[in-house]
């Protein structure tokens, strides 16, 4: 992707291309990351929760962000919500995470645009080598959609086609993020030559790939992730801290609060979980570190290990005091580092 402008004109970098759009997403259990053309892109957590009464969404004034797709309601923004959950296939095989994808594309388009898009999007590593999955995404990703987008009295049709599909390993989408030269506009073919391990430490599952001359040469998967954290954490301070009923939050709301402060609130007041916190933080992080050792690769072959993922914000401090290695390099774009990746991906 060269000159994408030149003296006096802009460029359509598409132009000849049955697209006009590239929008990598990653419709994580956690947060739901989409990230499109002139860096426009969008965060939040998968709270998509289905309406039954379709006359609230005019009647009943909110401040959640609402969506009509085939005729249902849907709303995006209350805490209490969960996204379409679990760690296997069938959960990008559901509706549930149909639904999402479409919604979070949705939320970076505009009415009257009529866009025509390629979407690349990703599946855990221990997923990546399994085509069905990967087809049934494509299958129900493409094609032309209306919906709806309402925000108080505020409603809007937004229609595009979804024409291209692209579904590859999550770690991939972090390493091209990782050699984007943002200055040239262009991927650093150096960087992308070399072998490096990266490391994606999700809300559900952390993803490792092996990269090299822009192949994947291997990928590995584990059922550890910040949600491991989060209910271990909850579980120990029900244990030690009754009086907190903190049970009384779902993980969603804790972790939102823990990320917020270590001082924790819960109807019954303000209880300080910093020692505790950190306690099951060391605890994760070791976790990632035996499992990623465990796996016997050539580390003397890797010129960098990269870690992504919001986990790998979280455990920082322990991480880095494990792998103690001057290779490790943690983005500081951890969360949106795959979808802005697949992005990139999807242009070059």
């Known amino acids: 992707m060269k000159d994408k402008k030149k003296k ?7 132009a000849g291309k049955p697209f006009n759009r590239v929008i990598g997403i990653d419709v994580a259990n ?36 609402m969506y009509v797709l085939d005729k ?3 709303e995006v923004g209350d805490l209490s919500a969960m996204g379409s959950g679990g760690r296997g296939k069938a959960r990008y095989n559901s509706n549930a995470f149909r639904i999402e994808a479409l919604i979070g594309i949705t939320s970076v388009l505009k009415p009257g645009t009529n866009d025509k898009i390629r979407v690349v999007t990703g599946l855990p590593s221990s997923l990546s080598k399994n085509s069905a999955v990967a087809d049934e995404i494509k299958k129900s990703l493409t094609g032309k959609f209306s919906i709806k987008s309402v925000k108080w009295d505020q409603v809007d049709d937004i229609t595009f086609e979804i024409v291209d599909v692209i579904v590859v390993p999550q770690p991939l989408g972090t390493l091209y993020n990782f050699v984007y030269d943002e200055k040239i506009g262009e991927l650093d073919q150096k960087l992308l030559s070399q072998r490096a391990l ?8 952390t993803d490792l790939a092996v990269l090299e001359e822009s192949r994947v040469r291997g990928t590995f998967g584990f059922e550890i992730g910040v949600s491991d954290y989060v209910a271990n954490l ?3 301070v029900n244990d030690k801290m009754p009086e907190a009923s903190i049970y009384a939050l779902n993980p969603h709301q804790f972790d939102v ?32 570190y035996e499992a990623v050792m465990s796996l016997g690769l050539e580390f003397s072959k890797l010129y960098r290990i990269i870690l ?12 880095r005091q494990f792998f103690n290695d001057p290779r490790l390099i ?8 795959n979808s802005k990746g697949f992005h990139l991906l999807g242009q070059f």
């Not at 965060?43 to 929760?49: A, D, F, I």
């Not at 990266?198 to 599952?205: A, F, L, N, S």
């Not at 916190?277 to 605890?283: A, G, Q």
């Open 308 to 319: 992504s993922g919001g986990g790998s914000l979280q455990y920082e401090k322990y991480l």
């Open 198 to 205: 990266v490391v994606d430490i999700g809300w559900g599952t």
């Open 30 to 65: 956690s947060t739901i990351k989409i990230w499109t053309d002139n860096g426009e892109h969008n965060e939040y957590r998968n709270t998509v929760r289905e309406i039954n009464d379709a006359g609230l969404v005019y009647s009943f004034k909110t401040n959640y962000q």
């Open 8 to 14: 006096g004109a802009a460029i359509d970098i598409y």
């Open 257 to 288: 609060a823990l990320l917020e402060s270590t001082t924790v609130e819960t109807p019954f007041g303000k209880f300080d979980l910093s020692k505790l916190s950190e306690k099951h933080k060391e605890i994760q992080a070791r976790r990632v």
């Open 330 to 337: 943690i983005q500081q774009d951890a969360v949106t580092a």
């Open 234 to 236: 909850q579980e120990d």
């Open 72 to 74: 249902e309601v849907y």
